[in-house]
């Protein structure tokens, strides 16, 4: 049988301990405040922002959302960035990707003053985060290290194998698996016999973007799989980068889509934006 990761309930158990963080530190004078900049409508993005501003007010920190619309020039967004990292009430800042393609992503991530940069995507946050240098986590990987921490799952001498390389999961997470003394591989698009190196993954982490792209024969018998994609299928169910049904009966335990690394993302967020005050001076 293999077992489930419940990304939902373990989500709750991390929210739930934050929560009765956040009352120590309320009744110790320290509250954070949460900026969610968000440009345009795309729905799915509607849904993520949401889910944050939720669980903002579950553990007991203030949000402020700023919806700009889609015609927002990129000047105008480096204006309101350079505003909150200005604004003292502001503790974290998160502006919600993918932005519209006029605007420089990067240089919007860069302009987020490393101090509030919640997401952990500043070149700051990165580079600590490679050398071992304590900084923000980046939220998806963090909350797949959760994951697997608290489903008992060891990360030590692994071998683990990430599918994708981008900034936001792939990289992060091959940071994070040998900061737990895993052996990490990254593949990508270009990588020769994908299937050969998957094969070999103790603990496969599967970003590639591409709707149940990852079946069986990808996967090693007794496998841990955890899927980060989050797609729609044709009846307008959520799925993910694994052919779940497919694969499921080969691992030793897999994630779902939804439930699984969807909500531990929300929850790392949450644990940035507690961790803006947790060496806070105490205000008078
Ligand atoms: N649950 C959550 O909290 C989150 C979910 N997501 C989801 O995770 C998925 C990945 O997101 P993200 O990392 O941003 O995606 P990107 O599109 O930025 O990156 C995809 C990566 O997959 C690689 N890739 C694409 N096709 C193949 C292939 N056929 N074989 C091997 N590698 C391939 C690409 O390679 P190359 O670099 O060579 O192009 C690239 O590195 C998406 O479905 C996204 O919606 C993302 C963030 C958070
Ligand atoms: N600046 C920035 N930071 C991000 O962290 C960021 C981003 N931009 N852009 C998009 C991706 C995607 N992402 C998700 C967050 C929660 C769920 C989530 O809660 N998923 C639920 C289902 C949600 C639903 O019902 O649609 C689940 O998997 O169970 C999914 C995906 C954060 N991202």
Known sequence: ????????????????????????????????????????????????????????????????AYELPESTTEEELVSLVEELNEDDEVNGILVQLPLPEHIDEDKIIRTISPEKDVDGFH???????????????????????????????????????????????????????LRENGTVTVTHSRTKNLKEVTKRADILIVAIGKRQYITADYV?????????GMHRDENNHLCGDVDFADVEPHTSAITPVPGGVGPMTIAMLMNNCVETIRTQEERP
Do not use: H
């Open 1 to 64: 049988m293999s077992q489930l990761i419940d990304g939902k309930k373990i989500s709750k158990q991390i929210k739930d301990e934050l929560k009765e963080e956040v009352l120590k530190l309320n009744a110790a004078g320290k509250s954070a405040c949460l900026a969610v900049v968000q440009v345009g409508d795309d729905p799915a993005s509607s849904v993520y922002v949401n889910n944050k501003k939720k669980a903002c007010a579950y553990i007991g920190i203030r949000s402020k």
């Open 220 to 228: 090693k018998e007794g496998a841990v799989v955890i899927d980060v």
């Open 123 to 177: 070149p700051v946050s990165v580079g600590r985060l490679w050398i071992g240098e304590k900084g923000f986590l980046s939220c998806t990987p963090a909350g797949i290290i959760q994951l697997l921490k608290r489903s008992g799952i060891e990360i030590e001498g692994k071998e683990c194998v990430i599918v994708g390389r981008s900034n936001i999961v792939g990289k992060p997470m091959a940071a994070l698996l």
